[in-house]
């Protein structure tokens, strides 16, 4: 008992937040990896664990890495398990900086990573980060003659 008569209980997640969030209350963070491959005219990115303001920069250090022969720039989030609005400007920043150079960015989240799609939903930048469920559909419509390229901000 504390010096107030209360007694002290650990922190319980409310309900169903640890089902939304799987490392809000449960388990320790995902670690952030990003693994980096690139072909010719592609680069290709996949990303896994969380994206914050410690790993934002790293992320947008490898999107900018695009070289000048560089003609499409894929990025698969489908492992990400979280992020916050570091990891959204990171983002915002990198695709400004890709359209400028006429080079389009497609993100990757599948529709059954709900929480990390929401997030991109709710801010409305599905279609300014050309944002796909599919791998196959990034690189189809980052190709010449597949779909508008992702919008300026």
Do not use: W, Y
């Not at 319980?12 to 089902?19: A, F």
């Not at 709710?122 to 189809?140: K, M, S």
């Amino acid at each position: 008992m504390s010096a107030t008569g209360l007694e002290s209980q650990p922190l319980k997640p409310p309900p169903g937040l640890g089902r939304a969030m799987p490392n809000a209350f449960t388990s320790a963070p995902t670690p952030f990896q990003c693994r980096t491959s690139r072909s010719t005219t592609a680069l290709m990115l996949e990303v896994s664990g969380e994206i914050d303001m410690t790993t934002a920069s790293e992320l947008e250090d490898a999107i900018n890495s695009a070289g000048e022969s560089t003609q499409r720039v894929t990025v698969n989030l489908s492992d990400v398990t979280f992020l916050d609005s570091s990891a959204l400007n990171s983002l915002l920043r990198s695709n400004h900086l890709l359209t400028e150079r006429k080079i389009p960015l497609r993100l990757v989240i599948p529709t059954e990573n709900t929480h990390i799609r929401k997030v991109f939903e709710i801010t409305h930048l599905t279609d300014i980060l050309g944002v796909v469920e599919t791998l196959d559909q990034a690189l189809v419509q980052a190709s010449p003659g597949g779909a508008p390229e992702a919008k300026p901000v």
